[in-house]
Nanobody, 115 residues
Framework: VRLQESGPGLVKPAQTLFPSCAVSNGSITTNYYYWGWVRQPPGKGPEWIGYIDYSGNTEYSPSLESRTSISRDNTKNTMYLQMDNLKPEDSAVYYC????????WGQGTQVTVSS
């Protein structure tokens, strides 16, 4: 499975982030696969954001749940992350991943929240 993130790069505070994760060499609806997002701020450890499973069920980090949504477009074989009301501390490299027999990662997309 290959994952490729795309993101806006620079976002202003209070705006919405909407990066995508395109999947190839696999299907986003494959049974028992879990598709998720992790971010890593500069100089800090990784932070789990949430996932969407093969049935479309979602789980989120409690600290981010109120302003985060993960969705997918089965026709495009793509997963999306939506994060509202961005703050400078949301600046990070955002990674998508899939848990199958192994955890596969995308290369990450840098997001900077700044006015």
């Amino acid at each position: 499975v290959r994952l490729q993130e795309s993101g806006p790069g620079l976002v202003k505070p209070a705006q919405t982030l909407f990066p995508s994760c395109a999947v190839s060499n696999g299907s986003i609806t494959t049974n028992y696969y879990y598709w998720g997002w992790v971010r890593q701020p500069p100089g800090k450890g990784p932070e789990w954001i949430g996932y969407i499973d093969y049935s479309g069920n979602t789980e989120y980090s409690p600290s981010l749940e109120s302003r985060t949504s993960i969705s997918r477009d089965n026709t495009k074989n793509t997963m999306y992350l939506q994060m509202d009301n961005l703050k400078p501390e949301d600046s990070a490299v955002y990674y998508c991943y899939v848990d199958s027999d192994h955890r596969y990662w995308g290369q990450g997309t840098q997001v900077t929240v700044s006015s």
